[in-house]
């Protein structure tokens, strides 16, 4: 095997574990049956933290919703696009922005976090945004009325705000 070859080689020893479980999984999938629409007109914009189940914690299940994670649940450009192709093409009529307590981009600055990782592991990450938050309250009605205010927004679709116990696992509604 060339150098190149190994590169490009899946790296199966270290995902042998998911591999497993898809296989378990796709053993007794019944999902083909699923399109590419949000079955109950949902979008959550959330964190990208594994302690959060998105779907379960709303109630719903696999093809009801779409989710965007990314860190801190911010909504950035990338979220926006998404939503308007959701909201257009996907059957997206309503819109939750879900952060969450204990969340890590709420709990640094951002050079902390920027000095942290240098620190650490020798990178230098200032050319990204984390997008940091000192409050969450603050910066979810920002969003929201982002969200809101975006003019290539499909018309019509409702937006509301909630911050997630990461603790107890209630949803907060915040008035935007």
Known sequence: MSGQERLSAFPLESFRDVLAANG??????????????AAKGLAIVTCMDSRISPLALVGMQSGDAKILRNAGARVTEDVLRTLVLATYLLGVNRILVMPHT???????????IHATISQEFGVDTRSLEFRTVSDQR?????????????????????VGGAIYNVTTGALEPLDC
């Open 24 to 37: 378990e999984f796709s053993a007794a999938f019944k999902g083909s049956a699923l399109t590419g629409s």
């Open 102 to 112: 204990d969340c890590r981009m709420a709990q640094s600055e951002e050079a902390d």
């Open 138 to 158: 603050k910066a979810l009605t920002t969003d929201v009325t982002r969200i809101r205010s975006y003019p290539l927004l499909r018309k019509g679709v409702t």
